[in-house]
């Protein structure tokens, strides 16, 4: 089983930044990509990014493309899902997966993100 663990979450002004970063440990041997979720209050958990652990393909939900950029670093096991240009509509709790052969089958614990106006 992998265990996640997201961090570097906080309140932010618009239009400003953050980095979020999420730290896979246990049998990452069985994560094939990760992925970026959020939740607002209220609302659905939704779909931000991905990236694959093997050749580093990403994917965005267009609500995030050119704003958001998603990356890895195998050798520590660490995503980071880098966010700019926030707005408060960005605010949200923000969660990591890890993705199995056919489903997100691991999640972090969350990190709270608020974008003030």
């Known amino acids: 089983q992998v265990q996640l663990v997201e961090s570097g979450g906080g309140l932010v002004q618009a239009g400003g930044s953050l980095r979020l970063s999420c730290a896979a440990s246990?049998?990452?041997?069985?994560?094939?990509?990760m992925g970026w979720f959020r939740q607002a209050p209220g609302k659905e958990r939704e779909f931000v990014a991905a990236?694959?652990?093997?050749?580093?393909?990403?994917y965005y939900d267009d609500s995030v493309k050119g704003r958001f950029t998603v990356s890895r670093d195998s050798a520590k096991n660490t995503v980071y899902l880098q966010m700019n240009s926030l707005k408060p509509g960005d605010s949200a709790v923000y969660y990591c997966?890890?993705?199995?052969?056919?489903?997100?089958?691991?999640w972090g614990q969350g990190t709270q993100v608020t974008v003030s106006s």
């Open positions: 997966a890890s993705r199995g052969l056919r489903e997100y089958d691991a």
């Open positions: 246990g049998r990452t041997s069985s994560s094939y990509a």
């Open positions: 990236i694959s652990w093997s050749d580093g393909s990403t």
